[in-house]
């Protein structure tokens, strides 16, 4: 089976400063939902997954929280146009066939991790649909992160790259599972998580493939040859170790719903009213044709009709 993992805020963000100026008559905006939509069916196409979900960022980790306090807070606030697409795309979700999932006080990339442990574990397949940098401690043999970066793909004319162990190596320069020592070490400017002053990704990958890990790293600071870094990695030896824990993600948290729970069933019906809602010309002829095309799918044949009958 194939586990499609949707990073949900991360796509709606993209999708509201993507697209510009859309709105439906009554002047809701729409632009979100369009390019929500139109990813999502993207992805579907692309990879035909089994399985699906979108994850939802419910609040903030308390360890995380009690650790730095200032984590995330330099975030600005959601646009005020977005709000009400966000909760448009929240319940439009199931509908398209995709769990919508969450936990309380609890981060989409935790939840993300919990489930890619669960798949693994059974011998699923599974496609990470995100742009944070921690979840690629998860890529492995039978997980992916999905992208569709230009820098990510391997020729123009690729509409997407699954991002597998070597494209890990090389775009971090490290293993998949040393990305998370990448992050302790570098810190991560987007969520407020220091770093040692004047070491970046090439810097931190080159220390810890000198040293082996951040383990015997911080273990041994006086073998770091460079003095000026070894005395910055000296004083910044706590926030590293607090860095640490810092991008350390959740891997048992409860899932919201069964792994069998997740199979892509659209209800298309539904979905068509909802977007009907937004008044999508082209994507709405679209959805129409594949719900007609469904549902004459789901009729059995005519021979078992008339069978049916006596």
């Known amino acids: 089976m194939k586990l499609l993992l949707i990073d949900g805020h991360y796509y709606v963000y993209r999708s509201f400063f993507a697209i510009r100026e859309l709105s439906n008559s009554r002047g ?4 979100a939902i369009y390019g929500f939509v139109k990813t999502v069916r993207r992805m579907v196409k692309d990879l035909a997954p089994d399985l699906g979900a979108v994850v939802w960022d419910m609040g903030m980790p308390q360890r995380r929280v009690a650790l730095q306090p200032a984590y995330k807070q330099q975030r600005a606030e959601m646009p005020d146009l977005m709000r009400p ?4 795309i929240q319940n439009l979700v199931p509908f398209m066939g995709f769990a919508s999932l969450w936990l309380p006080d609890t981060e989409a990339d935790d939840l993300m991790a919990s489930y890619t442990v669960a798949a693994r574990a059974r011998g699923d397949e599974v496609v990470l649909a995100t742009n944070d940098k921690d979840l690629f401690q998860l890529v492995n043999g039978n997980a992916k992160v999905y992208s569709t970066n230009k820098a990510d793909l391997a020729a123009p004319s690729d509409a997407f790259a699954l991002l597998g162990a070597d494209a890990v190596r090389k775009k971090w320069g490290v293993e998949p599972g040393q990305i998370g020592d990448v992050l302790a070490l570098i810190g991560d400017s987007v969520d407020n998580i220091p770093g040692v002053e004047g070491v970046g990704p090439k810097g931190a990958a080159t220390l810890l493939t000198t040293h082996g890990s951040l383990d015997a790293l911080l273990a041994d600071l006086e073998a770091v040859k460079n003095e000026r870094v070894r005395e910055k990695l000296k004083a910044a030896r706590a ?12 891997l048992d948290l409860p899932l919201p719903q069964p792994l069998d729970a997740l199979a892509i069933r659209p209800c298309w019906p539904e979905l068509v009213a909802e977007l009907e809602k937004c008044e999508f010309k082209s994507l709405l002829a679209e959805v129409r044709a594949e719900a007609a095309g469904a549902s004459v799918a789901a009729q059995p044949p005519a021979s078992q009709k008339q069978g049916e009958l006596f």
Do not use: A
């Not at 809701?28 to 632009?31: A, F, K, V, Y």
């Open 28 to 31: 809701e905006p729409t632009n």
């Open 85 to 88: 697409q966000l909760t448009f």
């Open 239 to 250: 926030q590293i170790e607090q860095n640490r824990e810092m991008v350390r993600l959740d």
